[in-house]
Structure formats: C-alpha cells, structure tokens
C-alpha cells in the first residue's frame, strides 16, 4: 500500500514529531511504501530517512504567522495529494481531506466574546472540525482515553470514527541493564550535594508542562534540586527561580540522548503538565525505575495508580498539594516502595508497550477499512 504521512515541521523532536518518524519507520518495515509530507525535515535528513525506509516530499507552508502556515500546509498537501495519488494518507496535524488522523492534541479551546473572532481562533477551530466534525469521515487514532472523551463530547464523534491506540514507549527507551546503574555518576557531574533528593523534569515547554509549579513547589522545600531537561526556553525558569532565591537548585540541561540516565540518577519525575495528551515520560520513568508525581490532566496518569509508584495530583491544581506531594514520595520508607513498585512495572512496560504495537494497530485499521472501502468487508 502506498501512504503517505503528514506533519507539517520535523525539524523540532518533539513527542509527535518522533511519533511520526517511528510510525513511518515501522509502517515501512511493514513492507508498505510511505512517503512523508512535511515543510521542514527531521534532523539528519533525507538520509537517514532513507535509511529507515521512507522518502521525504518537501512542501511548502509559508505565512506569517503559525496558523496562516497551517492553513498553507493544508491547501499545499491537497495539491501534492492531486499530483501524488496514494491509497491512504495519515496526518499528524489537523488538516482536511485526511483519511486518518493521529491525534496528539487536545481540543482547541471554545473561546467566547471578541477572541472567537481572531483569526487564530477561527483557523484552527475550521482544521479541527475538518478533521472532527460530522461532516468529516476521517477516522481518528487517539492516545489516551480521556483524550478520546473529551473530543467524542464536543464533537458528538460516533463509537466507529475512532479508537484508542495502545500506551506506549518508544523503541530507544530499553529497559535498563541496570537501574540506577550512573546514579552516583550524574549526580557528580550535576553538581548534587550529598544527602539532597533530585527532582526531574523532562520536557520541550516549560509553562505547559508545568516546570514552573515545580519551581513554586520547591521554595519551601530547601534539600530538593530539579533538573530540566530538554526545555525550548530556559531562560524563563532560570529567571522564576532567581526570584524564588533557589538559583542554585535549579539546572537546565537541553536536548540530550541520555534521558534514561538522567531519569535514573532522580529521586522523582515530577510532571505537573497543564495540558498533556499522554505524558510519555511518566511510562519512561516508571521503565527506568523512577517514581512519577504527575497531575490528572495526563493521560497516562492512570499507570502512577496501577504501579502504585508515585502521586497523581487532582485538579483543580494547588502548588500546596503538589509540595505535599513531593515532601511525602521523598520520605525514605515511601520512595523506597515506590521504587520496587516501579522497577515490577517496568518489565510490563517493556514486555508490551512497544512502538511496533502502536504501528501494527495503526496498519491493521488501515488495511480493515481499506477493504470496506472497496467492498471486500464481509460480515460473519
């Protein structure tokens, strides 16, 4: 089968962008011929595309601003399609015309009085509801499953437009030979001090992940250090701590390829996300061996409370309950349970949430409503 994948910019790793990457990967290995569609290519290039077994179409989406360059991509991509025939097309970003959607976002928010009448608002709402709204018959992968009921009620979605993909981790998050085997290692060269507990926090925005609350959390916690990693903007973190008169225990490291590391030389994950789809990095701790504190916005929360390794914090969000919250994982009985709890969950992490099981999901629907389209469905 020839498919063709979607995302408008590749040029930043983030969660979705690695998604799609993996899925191209995996879907060519499947023995289907992908091409992916994209104003802006993975870092590495066409090469190593290439090498993983699909081909980069570049495509223009100019504009001015970020939702004119959506809307652009858009229009671009249905002109490509025109010229390109392929036999399915899997987006990544909400565009019209797609025959499946791999939802990684939330719904754009009903904004009310003169900011419904932005252009912003009013382009990104018409890209949602070409890909959500009943008139559409693109079929929908969602992450999580409170992501799916949130879309499902406010576009009235029917049962059949959609499913929920499988959790997962991506295919270079192995489970350790060792967990916590650099521990003593990284905290050196982070500068810990003997004796102080290190608080993680893996992300790519630091106001929607919620790095800030940990900031606000950690004033009246005097032996906690966090680490940042892989944050777009430091500056703004770097700056809040200043104020908080806890510069010193506040590092930012950016973009690394030793995240299991890091994760494993901490005490807690800490995730107080304000809007999270999934939160990759609470199944990646929980493989690492790590305990998480996350807030009930992420949709994997629900794996803190089957591993019994870590805290989920209610909304509405209070910095107080997630100092609390921290204060009490770092008590030596508690962290230690959590951490045998997590090390257990960590084998079932491995065992069966693969990325290759968020492809062959993927193929198989693929390939299922294929057939109906042609009229090789039968029933019994």
């Known amino acids: 089968m020839?498919?063709?994948?979607?995302?408008?910019?590749?040029?930043?790793?983030?969660?979705?962008?690695?998604?799609?990457?993996?899925?191209?990967?995996?879907?060519?290995?499947?023995g289907h011929?992908?091409?992916?569609?994209?104003?802006?290519?993975?870092?590495?290039?066409?090469?190593?595309?290439?090498?993983?077994?699909?081909?980069v179409a570049p495509l223009a989406g100019k504009g001015r601003s970020n939702h004119a360059r959506a809307w652009n991509f858009a229009l671009a991509f249905d002109a490509w399609r025109a010229a390109n025939p392929v036999d399915t097309v899997?987006?990544?970003?909400?565009?019209?015309?797609?025959?499946f959607h791999y939802s990684a976002d939330q719904p754009w928010h009903r904004r009310r009085g003169l900011r419904a009448l932005l252009p912003r608002h009013r382009t990104y709402l018409a890209l949602e509801r070409s890909v959500f709204g009943p008139a559409s018959e693109t079929y929908i992968f969602f992450l999580a499953r409170p992501q799916a009921e949130n879309y499902a009620r406010l576009h009235h979605l029917p049962a059949h437009r959609h499913e929920v993909l499988?959790?997962?981790?991506?295919?270079?998050?192995?489970?350790?030979?060792e967990f916590y085997g650099a521990r003593e290692?990284?905290?050196?060269?982070?500068?810990?001090?003997?004796g102080h507990a290190v608080l993680i926090h893996v992300a790519l925005y630091d106001l929607q992940k919620g790095?800030?609350?940990?900031?606000?959390?950690?004033?009246?916690l005097p032996r906690a250090n966090l680490v940042c990693v892989g944050l777009q903007n430091t500056g703004r973190i770097e700056a809040l701590a200043a104020r908080r008169g806890i510069a010193g225990r506040v590092r930012t490291v950016g973009y690394t390829t030793d995240v299991a590391g890091l994760i494993g030389a901490a005490d807690l994950m800490v995730h107080p996300a304000r809007v999270e789809t999934t939160g990759s990095v609470i199944l990646e701790s929980l493989l690492y061996g790590t305990p998480v504190i996350a807030t009930a916005v992420c949709g994997y929360a629900e794996h803190i409370r089957h591993a019994r390794a870590g805290?989920?914090?209610?909304?509405?969000?209070?910095?107080?309950?997630?100092?609390?919250?921290?204060?009490?994982?770092?008590?030596?009985?508690?962290?230690?349970?959590?951490?045998?709890?997590?090390?257990?969950y960590a084998g079932r992490i491995a065992a069966t949430f693969g990325m290759d099981a968020i492809t062959e999901a993927i193929?198989?629907?693929?390939?299922?409503?294929?057939?109906?389209?042609?009229?090789?469905?039968?029933?019994?």
């Open 185 to 194: 290692r990284v905290r050196r060269e982070l500068g810990i001090p003997p």
């Open 33 to 55: 011929r992908v091409s992916l569609v994209t104003t802006a290519p993975p870092p590495g290039g066409l090469a190593n595309a290439a090498a993983s077994g699909f081909k």
């Open 166 to 177: 499988p959790p997962f981790v991506r295919s270079d998050r192995g489970l350790p030979e």
């Open 2 to 30: 020839l498919i063709a994948l979607t995302c408008r910019s590749l040029a930043v790793p983030g969660g979705r962008e690695r998604d799609c990457l993996e899925i191209a990967a995996g879907l060519a290995r499947l």
């Open 311 to 344: 805290v989920v914090v209610e909304e509405p969000f209070d910095v107080g309950r997630l100092r609390q919250a921290i204060a009490s994982s770092l008590e030596s009985a508690a962290l230690d349970e959590m951490r045998r709890n997590a090390r257990t």
């Open 211 to 220: 790095a800030d609350r940990i900031v606000d959390a950690m004033a009246e």
């Open 90 to 99: 899997i987006g990544f970003d909400w565009m019209f015309g797609l025959d």
């Open 363 to 380: 193929a198989r629907t693929v390939a299922r409503r294929a057939k109906t389209r042609c009229g090789g469905h039968r029933d019994g």
